[in-house]
């Protein structure tokens, strides 16, 4: 397995309570496998993706990427060795073009130079935007924002990419062509993809389903 949680538990306080939002998860992903991350607002999804990507820590349970036990000493350097996001919201920089996006996230990786150029420039045409590479953002549609975002996620050949409503903000066509390029890309790059979602098209690429109700697995 490229990705297991054990015994995830999270709790938040709230003034004089400590609040369980999680209440004990085990999850397994393996490499090319492709998981829908189901549950209604408030369910604790969004909060599991987080502690998967290292954004938060449990209060208790371990969480194992590529074999290695996520701690706090370990966080920063597992996201960008590990770990590829694919945010709702996009997050491109507005005064970058495309490619520079996806070459900026490298450098934060620690790749510069030609090697990030080079690249940049492979994951670009792997989404379907070599046409676009030189554009800003307000120069693309939603889906080839999105599809930039999905390219900086696969930049640097992360195995885990992790995916939060990556088709909240995209029309129907926009998303279904999304979700495509991300399963063919999952599974020709044999990378495991985790996606939290409300949209039911995002079962029709996904290998499992897993629903979370009240913090725990259904």
Do not use: W
């Amino acid at each position: 397995m490229i990705l297991q949680a054990q015994n995830i538990q999270k709790h938040f306080t709230e003034g004089r309570e400590s609040v369980a939002v999680l209440k004990g998860i085990d999850f397994a992903v393996e490499r090319g496998e492709i998981v829908s991350l189901e549950g209604p607002s408030g369910s604790g999804k969004t909060t599991f993706l987080s502690i998967l990507g290292c954004i938060l820590t449990p209060t208790k349970g371990d969480v194992t990427i590529d074999g290695v036990t996520a701690n706090a000493k370990r966080l920063n350097e597992i996201r960008k060795r590990s770990l590829g996001f694919v945010f709702q919201q996009f997050n491109l920089f507005p005064s970058l073009t495309a490619v520079e996006n996806v070459e900026y996230a490298l450098n934060v990786k620690g790749v510069g130079g030609s090697a990030a150029r080079i690249e940049a420039d492979r994951v670009i045409e792997a989404v379907g935007l070599a046409d676009r590479k030189r554009y800003l953002p307000r120069d693309l549609s939603g889906g080839q924002k999105q599809r930039v975002a999905i390219a900086r996620a696969l930049a640097g050949s992360a195995p885990i990419l992790l995916a939060d409503e990556p088709t909240a903000n995209l029309d129907s066509t926009a998303g279904t062509q999304v979700l495509e390029m991300f399963r063919a890309l999952a599974k020709k790059e044999n990378r495991a993809l985790v996606i939290v979602t409300h949209d039911p098209k995002v079962r029709s690429i996904a290998d499992r389903v897993v629903k979370i109700h009240d913090g725990v697995i259904e």
